[in-house]
């Protein structure tokens, strides 16, 4: 099972490889923020209570320009029967999430640098836990995007869809990684985040229960 999952997500990524589309995409698009967002402050300090949140709305609008196309790039090349017939659900659910799992640690990854780079709060003094925090976030972010561009696959307005049905998913997610994130730069220790570092946890094993549970059915539907 692991060798068709690595099947497929080798023949995803020499597809993004040809056309390079998400990458991109998703690159333009955090050049883009994180350089509206230096122009907007000028010579002004950016607050350290707000890069933190700053960089986690990034990281969420990048997921949404790009972690779409896992299943949508299927629908439209028409190969979506090949897979039904070649793969089980389970493999494609598998081989789908190492792909975006992959793009997304990949331009968050970037995303880090950039505001590492330009802005002169984002600097932790509890760097270790905001290691787990981006490593658990990604997790979640990648797992609810990919079953969620499963759901939409063969909707119309997957454009708008996408978002709507990604946001009330993701809240959850995303107000505690900001939370976190927030502690990180102040400094905090295991002890004081453990509560939310094991929600991050459960939140991302949840997910990946509820999609391997429900993809069967939304992919044969």
Same mark, same amino acid.
């Given at each position: 099972?692991?060798?068709?999952?690595?099947?497929?997500?080798?023949?995803?990524?020499?597809?993004?490889?040809?056309?390079?589309?998400? /990458?991109?995409?998703?690159?333009?698009?955090?050049?883009?923020?994180?350089?509206?967002?230096?122009?907007?402050? %000028?010579?002004?300090?950016?607050?350290?209570?707000?890069?933190?949140?700053?960089?986690?709305?990034?990281?969420?609008?990048?997921?949404?320009?790009?972690?779409?196309?896992?299943?949508?790039?299927?629908?439209?090349?028409?190969?979506?029967?090949?897979?039904?017939?070649?793969?089980?659900?389970?493999? $494609?659910?598998?081989?789908?999430?190492?792909?975006? +799992?992959?793009? /997304?640690?990949?331009?968050?990854?970037?995303?880090?640098?950039?505001?590492?780079?330009?802005?002169?709060?984002?600097?932790?003094?509890?760097?270790? $836990?905001?290691?787990?925090?981006?490593?658990?976030?990604?997790?979640? $972010?990648? =797992?609810?995007?990919?079953?969620?561009? !499963?759901?939409? !696959?063969?909707?119309? %307005?997957?454009?708008?869809?996408?978002?709507? +049905?990604?946001? #009330? $998913?993701?809240? #959850?997610?995303?107000?505690?990684?900001?939370?976190?994130?927030?502690?990180?730069?102040? %400094?905090?220790?295991?002890?004081?985040?453990?509560?939310?570092?094991?929600?991050?946890?459960?939140?991302?094993? =949840?997910?990946?229960?509820?999609?391997?549970?429900?993809?069967?059915? /939304?992919?044969?539907?």
């Amino acid at each position: 099972m692991i060798r068709s999952m690595w099947a497929l997500f080798k023949k995803d990524l020499q597809s993004e490889i040809r056309t390079r589309y998400a /990458i991109n995409s998703l690159g333009m698009f955090i050049i883009v923020t994180v350089s509206v967002i230096l122009f907007s402050l %000028g010579s002004e300090k950016l607050a350290q209570n707000l890069t933190g949140g700053l960089f986690w709305v990034v990281v969420f609008f990048t997921a949404m320009s790009g972690l779409s196309r896992a299943f949508v790039s299927e629908e439209e090349r028409g190969t979506v029967m090949t897979l039904h017939l070649i793969a089980r659900p389970t493999v $494609i659910l598998g081989g789908k999430l190492f792909f975006n +799992l992959g793009l /997304i640690f990949l331009m968050n990854s970037v995303t880090f640098l950039l505001f590492s780079g330009f802005f002169e709060t984002f600097v932790f003094k509890s760097p270790d $836990i905001f290691l787990l925090v981006f490593i658990f976030g990604n997790i979640g $972010i990648a =797992v609810a995007a990919t079953i969620i561009a !499963a759901i939409i !696959a063969k909707a119309s %307005g997957k454009a708008t869809l996408y978002p709507v +049905l990604s946001f #009330p $998913i993701l809240l #959850p997610l995303m107000l505690i990684v900001i939370d976190l994130t927030k502690t990180s730069l102040e %400094g905090t220790t295991y002890t004081d985040a453990g509560i939310e570092l094991s929600f991050l946890a459960c939140y991302d094993i =949840v997910m990946l229960v509820i999609s391997y549970l429900l993809f069967d059915f /939304i992919w044969k539907d």
